[in-house]
């Protein structure tokens, strides 16, 4: 693997886990009301931006068997 295509995993793996933190984070109920939205707002750009790597990969799977 490049190290660039490595990057991505590292980075997307990376967005899991603090996905991962967030919600533990949420579910703790020790944060205020605005740091819940906060957290919120980020957890909501996270998935974002994993979806959009899932679907990048997906479409170059899909070229591969193609």
Known sequence: MNKKNKGN????EEDLEEMRRI???LESSELTLEEMIEKYRIGVELAKKCKKNLDEAET???KITS
Do not use: A, G, P, R
């Not at 995993?9 to 997307?12: A, K």
């Open 60 to 62: 170059k799977i899909k």
């Open 23 to 25: 919600l533990d984070d």
């Open 9 to 12: 995993l590292s980075s997307f």
